[in-house]
């Protein structure tokens, strides 16, 4: 089986135990989307100012005695109402995270649109258990760097 295909399987299993309050969630953000607008990079295509942001995820639990660890990021462009993502998946070995690309680029996963999406309902699952102050989500947000 491809390692898109399990890590489908895994992201179902882990939305479903989530759901069910079976989970504890240790996760990591570090996301520019706070940043001041005026420091962040811009790029210009075909006339339009696109602001550039980043986010960075660090998905980490135990389910059945084993340890699942995943690393998401998103570039994030935005004109106006306009916004435009690009996703990159990760898996890389547990303890490493580290939010960089040139260190997580060996762990990539082919962030296909349905895996993509599985990703955002286990954010929205985990985020639901976060919500209602469970005790089982520990979000740690931080700044990054433009």
Not at 35 to 54: F, H, L, M, R, Y
């Amino acid at each position: 089986m491809k390692k898109e295909q399990e890590l489908l399987k895994t992201l179902n299993d882990l939305v479903k135990a989530t759901q069910a309050g079976e989970l504890a969630w240790d996760i990591l953000c570090q996301t520019t989307e706070y940043n001041d607008i005026s420091q962040k990079p811009t790029k210009t295509v075909d006339g339009e100012t696109w602001v550039v942001d980043e986010c960075f995820v660090s998905y980490h639990c135990v389910q059945n005695n084993q340890e699942f660890l995943m690393i998401t990021y998103e570039n994030i462009h935005t004109c106006g109402e306009k916004q435009k993502t690009n996703n990159l998946i990760f898996l890389p070995p547990l303890g490493n995270r580290f939010f960089s690309l040139d260190t997580l680029a060996p762990y990539a996963v082919e962030a296909e649109q349905m895996l993509v999406y599985d990703v955002h309902l286990l954010w929205n699952a985990i985020m639901e258990q976060y919500r209602s102050n469970t005790g089982l989500v520990r979000l740690e947000v931080s700044r990054r760097a433009s």
